[in-house]
Each structure stands twice: as structure tokens, then as C-alpha cells.
């Protein structure tokens, strides 16, 4: 079993039940629904067809929903449109067919939002213009700093101006409240700049008496800059490095990727490398060795879950990019020091049932460390020790016993994490005994393995972790 685990973004060339389960049988752990494309009826089909393999083969699939947020683009552009560096520029609100000369916008406030000389990016940033001059209402003058060819429907970007769209758009509400009622694990808000961003949707995921959890998607300035309150608020990060490297300098992601990384271990955050990882694979049947390299140093750097985008929604061989991807992650992860990160460990030292709970999974890794055990098994209903024993990448697989079916998917996120179905919580005794017989005939232990168990008691209550045993098989 693999440590960190597989993000795979499922699209036309990846929604048949005949894909789907050769994906997951060849190491995905989280199917993402990117709600940018498809519809309702999409969306839904695929979490059938998803539930309907882990019925197979006895899997536990995160299932991801991935809210649009704020993408701002241009409209329909006349083929061969191409913009000469020097030239002036306008973008106009509203809709219509642009040329070499304008553009049209979807983004309403576009003239009111952006101030003469800041800048302009389309298509990922391949395109740079800065503004002259705005109506305030539905124009702006550009120059073209950088020109090329404008295609229909590319992105906009706009890194030095404060916009004004909330991160969950019209659009996005509509689907966050469809995405619910199929049950999904994950939450992804995009385009996040505050810590506020996180809390009003967890307001409205607790309105909905969903379970679902939350992943923050960095990848604007403002969200770098709160860094901290957002890796608090959340459940989960991703790093999105597409939009991140176009609205920060570019040479700046890799050391914000570590930081995040850094950030979200000493929290007990699961966090997402995601954007580009094996691109070329979209059309090529092998990556690139700098994308081999980007993989590893992921997977080096601590993070959760490496995510695949085009390569598996629209790529030519979403099942070879899987496989790859889990033989580079597998590969890295014969090195030891990937493991047992104990350094910036984070007790909840103003909450005295944290406190104790959080010593117990630290202390448990410790003990695993020193005594070489092949496993940590964990009893848990809320799944907080999973995310704090994970978060210290430990050398042995975590196991997670729970009565609790809502949170299995969700644990497919987090490293090291493997959950099974267990609600037979008689004594503290009768259930270590039981879980380890479990395992063995699993063959996920074999004789004369060590066990580290982190529990409560009394067991029955299912009440925070205070107990650490270890046992030999």
C-alpha cells in the first residue's frame, strides 16, 4: 500500500465504469468532479458509477466536488485573433464575439474593479496587458505588453486587483447544494483569500447537515498572505499551482508549496500538490522526467495527495497515467527520510481534551519509531486522531477502525490512512484483540509484528483518544 495518495479528475475520457474501476484499481484514492465542466446529471452518474466499484471491490473512494469559484474569462473570440505587443487593447463587459482589437467579458464588475496600470493576464499569462484607462462601468483600455493568438473562453487574470466577487459565485451555490445531496466527502473552494471565505461555507455545509469536509484551494496572493488563518479554518489545502503561478511570479510557487506543505503537518491537515503534474501524458504515453521529478519532490516534501487533472478527465491514457504516477509515488517512498516528521508537531495546549489526545498520537509515533511496529491502529468516530497520527508521517500503515461510515471516503484522502467498517465496541480488551485477528487475516500484519493501538476509554463511550498500548501479533 502506498503512503500518499492519488487525486484523479474525471471527465470524457475517464466517466465509463470500465475506467473508473481500472483507476482505481491501479491506485486512485479520491475521484475529483470538476464542476467547471459537466452537468448535474454528469456529476451524479459518476458518483454511481464510483459507489458502484468500491461495492465491487470492497474500496473506499473519496469522492471531491470541485466548486468553479470566481473564474473570470474572455467570451468568443474570432479564430486566428491576435494581439501585437504595443497596440491598444479594450475589454468590454458583457457578451459578444472579440477580434485583434477587443475582447468581451463575463466578469460584471471588471471596469469598476481594476485602476489604470495594473495588469492583465489571459490564457495562464501567456497574454500580458495593463490597464490605460476604465469607464468605471463596462470598458477598460488596455496596451498589450506580451501579445499571441486569443482563443475563445481563456482565463483572465487580474493579481494586483482586489475583485469583488465572492468565492462562492451564484453558480457555485447551486451546485455546492447539488453536490451535497449526492453525499460527496470534500469540498474544494476555489479561489480562496481569507480565512472568512472558509468559514461562510462551512456554515452553509453544516446548514445542509452534510458531512462533508473542506479543501481550501490556494492559488491567489491574498490567500498567501493568510496563510495561517486559512490552514486553521479548513480541513484540507490545495495547493492549485495553475492559477497560483499566474497570479504570483512563477519562481515564487515552489518555496510556497513547502510552506504550505510545512503548514499543514504542524496542524494536521491533509494537503493536495495539484495542476501539471504529468501534462505531457494528456497526449504522450510517458511523462516527462521534470514531471517524474515534480511527482517525487511531492512526495518528498510531505504531501498528502498529488492530484491529476486533464491527464485523467481528457487525456488519451487516463489508466497509463495512473499506474505512473503511482510507480514514481511508490518509488520515493523507499526512501526513509520521507518518514516520522515529528519536528513541528502542534499541541492544542488551550483545550485540555486536545491536549491529552494530541500527546497520545504523537507519542504513539514515537513508539512505532522505536520499536519498528508495522502498524498504528486507530478507534475513532470523528477521525481527529487519524489527521494527527498521519500528519507525522510514521513509517508504519495506519489503520482505522470506526462505526462511523460517513468519514471512510473522507480518511481515503489522508496519507497512510486505510479504514475499515468495525462497530462491535464491547471492552477495550475484547476489541484490541479483535481488530489485531482482524488484520492478521487481513494480512495486513503477520506474526511477531508490533501493534501500536490508540483508543479511549472506556472504549464504548467513543470519547476523545486517551490510551496507548502496544501488542505483538
Excluded at 48 to 65: I, N, P
Excluded at 254 to 267: D, E, S, T
Aim: with cysteine; charged share 25%.
Amino acid at each position: 500500500m502506498k503512503f500518499t495518495k492519488i487525486i484523479a479528475t474525471v471527465g470524457p475520457a475517464s466517466s465509463s465504469p470500465e475506467v473508473l474501476e481500472a483507476m482505481i484499481r491501479e491506485g486512485v484514492n479520491v475521484i475529483r468532479l470538476n464542476f467547471s465542466h459537466g452537468d448535474h446529471a454528469t456529476h451524479a452518474t459518476t458518483v454511481e458509477r464510483v459507489r458502484a466499484v468500491d461495492g465491487k471491490l470492497g474500496t473506499h473512494t473519496a469522492l471531491l466536488a470541485d466548486m468553479q469559484g470566481p473564474k473570470l474569462r474572455v467570451g468568443m473570440m474570432a479564430d486566428g485573433a491576435r494581439l501585437e505587443a504595443g497596440k491598444p487593447f479594450t475589454i468590454k463587459v458583457g457578451q459578444g464575439e472579440g477580434n485583434a482589437d477587443m475582447a468581451w467579458t463575463n466578469y460584471a464588475h471588471f471596469a469598476e474593479d481594476v485602476k489604470p496600470g495594473e495588469p492583465v493576464l489571459l490564457d495562464d499569462g501567456k497574454l500580458r496587458l495593463v490597464v490605460d484607462e476604465t469607464n468605471g462601468k463596462d470598458e477598460v483600455r488596455c496596451t498589450v505588453v506580451h501579445g499571441g493568438v486569443l482563443s475563445s473562453r481563456k482565463g483572465l487574470n487580474l493579481p494586483s486587483t482586489d475583485i469583488s466577487l465572492p468565492s462562492l459565485t451564484e453558480k457555485d451555490r447551486e451546485d455546492l447544494a447539488f453536490a451535497l445531496t449526492l453525499g460527496v466527502d470534500w469540498v474544494g473552494l476555489s479561489f480562496v483569500r481569507s480565512s472568512a471565505d472558509v468559514v461562510d461555507l462551512r456554515e452553509r455545509i453544516e446548514a445542509a447537515d452534510s458531512h462533508a469536509r473542506i479543501v481550501a484551494k490556494v492559488e491567489k496572493p491574498e490567500a498567501v498572505d493568510d496563510l495561517e488563518g486559512i490552514v486553521e479554518a479548513t480541513d484540507a489545502v490545495m495547493i492549485a499551482r495553475g492559477d497560483l503561478g499566474v497570479e504570483v511570479p512563477m519562481q515564487q510557487v515552489p518555496m510556497i508549496q513547502k510552506r504550505i506543505i510545512g503548514l499543514c503537518q504542524g496542524h494536521g491537515k491533509p494537503v493536495i500538490v495539484a495542476t501539471q503534474m504529468m501534462e505531457s501524458m494528456i497526449e504522450s504515453i510517458a511523462p516527462t522526467r521534470a514531471e517524474v521529478t515534480d511527482v517525487a519532490n511531492a512526495v518528498l516534501d510531505g504531501a498528502d495527495a498529488v492530484m491529476l487533472s486533464g491527464e485523467t478527465s481528457v487525456g488519451a491514457h487516463p489508466v497509463e497515467v495512473i499506474k505512473a504516477m503511482r510507480d514514481i509515488v511508490l518509488e520515493i517512498e523507499k526512501e526513509p527520510h520521507i518518514f516520522h516528521r515529528c519536528g513541528d508537531a502542534r499541541i492544542e495546549t488551550d483545550h485540555p481534551e486536545r491536549f491529552v489526545s494530541d500527546a497520545i498520537c504523537y507519542n504513539a509515533c514515537d513508539l512505532a519509531e522505536r520499536v519498528s511496529a508495522s502498524a498504528i491502529v486507530t478507534m475513532t468516530f470523528s477521525g481527529y486522531t487519524v489527521y494527527k497520527v498521519a500528519s507525522q508521517r510514521p513509517r508504519a500503515h495506519i489503520y482505522v477502525f470506526t462505526g462511523n461510515r460517513s468519514i471512510m471516503g473522507q480518511l481515503a484522502l489522508c496519507w497512510g490512512v486505510e479504514a475499515f467498517h468495525y462497530d462491535k465496541m464491547i471492552s477495550t480488551d475484547h476489541t484490541i484483540s479483535d481488530v489485531k485477528s482482524l488484520l492478521q487475516r487481513a494480512e495486513k500484519v503477520k506474526d511477531g509484528d508490533y501493534i501500536i493501538h490508540v483508543a479511549s476509554m472506556p472504549i464504548a463511550e467513543a470519547g476523545m483518544s486517551n490510551m496507548l498500548k502496544i501488542s505483538r501479533v
